[in-house]
């Protein structure tokens, strides 16, 4: 069905708490594995409409924030939804209480009782005022941004379009459009300190709620990870440090010297080519049929995919007044289609939605095409984001169609940023670690953390006299840490993935996209870890591996360096 077509109903909150009191009956009473089966089955189908409604509620938001019917049912839903959390956590408990519990673990797996224990220690009848309040400010945040018009070059853009100008060949139009984007942050300084603080303290104080000493746990468990804790992600970090940054730095000063400037500044960044980054060509009609193009050529899986999202209206690309910031996807689980939502914008990264954001939605329409309940749609949020890393490479025979030959720059250009990318993930996990641990900090202290890390992740950045930038605000540009807390680190641990599955494809392209093709289908089914080992590679926290990936990509770095 075509996404205009897909009918949208407010739920009706306490219609669905008596459908959950009946599915609850109907378990604990239950004489057989059998009627408690039918009874989950009910209960994933009475959730999954209630998400359906909400993810239509939200793309259509995120469409046009300034539409005042979806504004309010988002509202309704930010609002609304934790009212749920209740009677959904006494279902869980009463499968996770289940005489039949071999019978159901044989049906779902053991995987569905080790994040059911999960979401049921993460929550408390009681935090359901704060849940309301951290959603109405995680949207408020958004709806600033979204809201956000600058001029330059004589017109009015939205923030998004400042990236043509920020790859500019000329260095003086780069840095005037970094200053214009970052005169609207500071000038929205007062407001932006005030919804992070805020936000910081109303999730700290639901940590505190479920015994914890601050948010950080309740953040894991709330991302549903279940097979590592903030020890391992610090290993990682500390591995990304000690053994990717001084690898990175070399990849800088080949940048530096490409460019032929006597110092890389910060607006020099994103410059990859002294003759400007790769971009694709044609229209955006254009890149998205060359996407379909793609697809079609790169297995029978994907042909199949591509045009179930094209003759369904599932991308929504283009950027426009009004419009959320950013890119998602996400899926509409009673019509089992994913959804793309971007900001196409001139630049390379356009090309990426089509590979990264189509990462996410072909595991999505694979793993809804197999049936698994709503739960078992998508894995945790570091194996969503192989999914979509590792297509970025998969799809590498055909990047020609987009670049035609400006491909080999593209190709150099992606495999740097890819990389470059991980200290930056790595500087946003471990600054948000802190927020969470010290959250007394004040704006300045924030700030003043922010360019610490800069100097351990990203030692060769030099802001000049940007002042949003020097003072260390850039981290409110990253809508992740406002709205998606501990999430970050979740793509430095794929690209990681990604980059052995790039290898691998190297060596024998069949056999790489058959595992890929086998990690995907696995859906939701198995953890990061199962899924990683599963497809014969190695999990980024593993002793040792970051030294391997990095020094196999900088290999290729070196032997496929042009100018």
Sequence with gaps: MKFSEMQYTRPDVEAIKQQYAEVLAALENAASAEEQIAAIDRYHKISGTVGTMGTLASIRHTIDTRDEFYDKENDFFDEQMPLLEEPDQKIGHAILASKFRAELEKKYGKLLFTNLEIRERSFKPEMVELMQQENKLASDYQKLYASAVVEFDGKKLPLPKLGPYQQSTDRSVRKAAYETGGKWFDSHREELDDIYDKLVHVRTEQGKMLGHENYIQLGYDRLGRNCYGPEKVADFREQIARDVVPIVAKVKKAQEKRLGVDKLMFWDDVMIFPDGNPKPQGTADDILAAGREMYHKLSPETSAFIDHMYENELLDVLSKEGKAPGGYCTSIYDYKSPFIFSNFNGTSGDVDVLTHEAGHAFEAFRAMGKGYIESQIWPTLEACEVHSMSMEFLTAPYHHLFFGDMTRKYELAHAEESLTFIPYGCMVDEFQYIMYTQPGLTPEQRNGVWLDLEKKYRPWTDFGDLPFYGRGAGWQRQTHIYGSPLYYIDYCMAQTVAF???????????????RYL??????????????????????????????????????????????
């Design 500 to 514: 052995q599955f790039w290898m691998a494809s190297l060596t024998d392209r069949e056999d790489a996209w058959k």
């Design 518 to 563: 086998a990690l995907t289908d696995r859906g939701g089914t198995a953890t990061f870890e199962d899924l990683v080992h599963g497809a014969g590679l190695k999990v980024p926290y593993d002793p040792g591996c970051m030294k391997e990936v990095g020094e196999a990509v900088g290999k290729w770095l070196d032997e496929n360096r042009l100018g």
